[in-house]
Every structure is written in C-alpha cells, then in structure tokens.
C-alpha cells in the first residue's frame, strides 16, 4: 500500500520547504548543532548502555554523524550502517572502520563495502534515525523512500532520531505507516515524547 494522495502531497510540500532550509543553514550553524548533538547522544544512557548501534552515515546536509560512529567504534560497540538493497529496503551492516569498511553508494551516500555480512535488525540496541524534518513529539518526515518506515518495524530498539532544531516543526502530517521516535534530539537538547 501507499499513501492517500493528499497526504504525498502535504509530505512532498514540507519536504521541498525543509530541504530548501536545510541547504541554507550556515556552515557556522551546522558544526555548533553537530556538535551539541554529539555531546547529547553520547550522554544519553541508552547510547552508554547500548551494545550494537545503527546509525546512518551522515550526507553533507545532514548533522553530521562521522564523530559519533568514531566514538561508538572507539567504545568497542558493533556499529552497523544502512546499506540500500532497494527501494524501501535498507539492512544494517557492522563496521570496524569508517575508512576501510564504507565506499560510495546509492545516491553517494557512503555505505558498507563488499563482503560484510548482515545483521539482524533485532540485534539492535540503538537505531540513529535520520530525516528530513521532525516534529518535537516524535512525528518524523523522512526523504521519501519509506526505508526507516520499514526497517523500524523488525526491530524492538530505541529509536533516536537526530535533526537540526532549525529542521523541528510542528505541522508534519502522517499516515498509517510512519512510526513515532522515541527521541528527537536537536542542538536544543533531548525531547523525551513517551515520557
Ligand atoms: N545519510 C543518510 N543515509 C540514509 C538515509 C538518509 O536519510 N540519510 N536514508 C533514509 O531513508 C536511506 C536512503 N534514503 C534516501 C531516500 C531518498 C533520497 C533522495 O531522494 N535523494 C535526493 C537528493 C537528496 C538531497 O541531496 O537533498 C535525490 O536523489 O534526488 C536519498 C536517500 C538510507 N541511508
Ligand atoms: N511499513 C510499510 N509498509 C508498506 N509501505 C510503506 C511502509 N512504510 C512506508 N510505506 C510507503 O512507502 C512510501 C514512502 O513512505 P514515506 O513518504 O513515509 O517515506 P519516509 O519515511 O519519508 O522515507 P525514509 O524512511 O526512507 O526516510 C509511502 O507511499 C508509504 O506509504
């Protein structure tokens, strides 16, 4: 099933609109978030507790994820990354290094190499979730491919996703199939929704 063409609309408007300010924020802007989201997820417990994370390697219009897979690879966590397999089906592979272990895939977004073998998403403790803008109650627009939607629903993990505060709205509409996040954590800090 897909969703009622009312609601891709509404989905295709805010995207336009949240991609468009995503590309306009300062440079200056997006290293402080970054780094205050850094700072916040790692001080979270259920990343401190968390064995195996997933988390998306970062595009450049995204908060960047680069220090946060070091950190967790530098703790001795498994830290699995999405690999496309096709439209709305990614699987999280393990990686040991961002250098050896990532090359240019789909929509040249780095991703695992050759080689690695999956992980099933219920071994998963943490999932970093990536999207395009989000509510501050956990209502998530993603870019469109229906991958997290999917995925989300194989595993039990926490599901933090991570967006520029300048990317938080409140008018982000959804359907049958998008999931709510457990967290959304911004430069701004750690929004609890369940709580
Ligand atoms: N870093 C990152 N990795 C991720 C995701 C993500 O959101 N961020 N995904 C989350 O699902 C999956 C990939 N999903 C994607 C879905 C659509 C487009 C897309 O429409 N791209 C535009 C250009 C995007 C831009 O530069 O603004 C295009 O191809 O025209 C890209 C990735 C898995 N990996
Ligand atoms: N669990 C699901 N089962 C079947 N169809 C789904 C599921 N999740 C999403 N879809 C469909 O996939 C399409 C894309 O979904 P949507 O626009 O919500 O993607 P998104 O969450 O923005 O993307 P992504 O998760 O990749 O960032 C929609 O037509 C939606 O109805």
Redesign the pocket.
Known sequence: ???HPQL?EM?KKIRTEAKALAASLAPEYRRSASDAVFRAVTAMPEYREAETIFCFVSMPSEVDTHPLIRDALTKNKRVCVPKCLSL?HMEAYPITSMEKDLEPGTWNIPEPREGILPVSPEELDLVIV?C?AAAPDGR???????????FL?RTDAFRALICYGRLLREDIPT?E??LRMDAVISEQGVLRPGI
């Open positions: 099933m897909s969703d891709k989905k709305g990536p395009c998530r627009l993603g870019f469109g491919g229906g991958f997290y939607d999917r629903l359907g199939y998008d």
